[in-house]
Nanobody, 115 residues
Framework: QVRLVESGGGLVQPGGSLKLSCAAS????????MGWYRQAPGKQRELVAR???????YYADSVKGRFTISRDNANNTVYLQMNSLKPEDTAVYYC?????????WGQGTQVTVSS
C-alpha cells in the first residue's frame, strides 16, 4: 500500500515562496494522476493542482500562474512549487491521487502566509 507524507510547509510573508514535497512509500508510477489539495479552516478541501503521468497539469483558477506541480515517478515524489503566496493560500496542504482515495489522506503540511 502506498503511503504519502507531505512536508515543506511553514510560515512565509505575502509574496514569498515555498516548495512542498509529497514522498510516497511505494511506487506512484502506476497511479494515473496525483494531486495537491488544501483545506482552510471552516472550508471544504479543494483540489488546487493535479498532474498526469503524461505530464499534463491542471490548476485551480485561484493558483494558476503562481503554483507549479511536478511529478518524479523515479523517486516517487510529487512537488508543489508555490510562488507569490497570498494570505488566502493559508491552509493545510495534502497530496493524494486524483481522484482522491479516502484511505490515502495523511496529516498534510501547514502553510501560513502572513505578515
Amino acid at each position: 500500500q502506498v503511503r504519502l507524507v507531505e512536508s515543506g510547509g511553514g510560515l512565509v510573508q505575502p509574496g514569498g515562496s515555498l516548495k512542498l514535497s509529497c514522498a510516497a512509500s511505494g511506487s506512484i508510477s502506476g497511479i494515473y494522476a496525483m494531486g495537491w489539495y488544501r483545506q482552510a479552516p471552516g472550508k471544504q478541501r479543494e483540489l488546487v493542482a493535479r498532474i498526469y503521468n503524461s505530464g499534463t497539469t491542471y490548476y485551480a483558477d485561484s493558483v494558476k500562474g503562481r503554483f507549479t506541480i511536478s511529478r518524479d515517478n523515479a523517486n516517487n515524489t510529487v512537488y508543489l512549487q508555490m510562488n507569490s503566496l497570498k494570505p488566502e493560500d493559508t491552509a493545510v496542504y495534502y497530496c493524494n491521487r486524483f481522484p482522491s482515495l479516502g484511505g490515502l489522506w495523511g496529516q498534510g503540511t501547514q502553510v501560513t502566509v502572513s505578515s
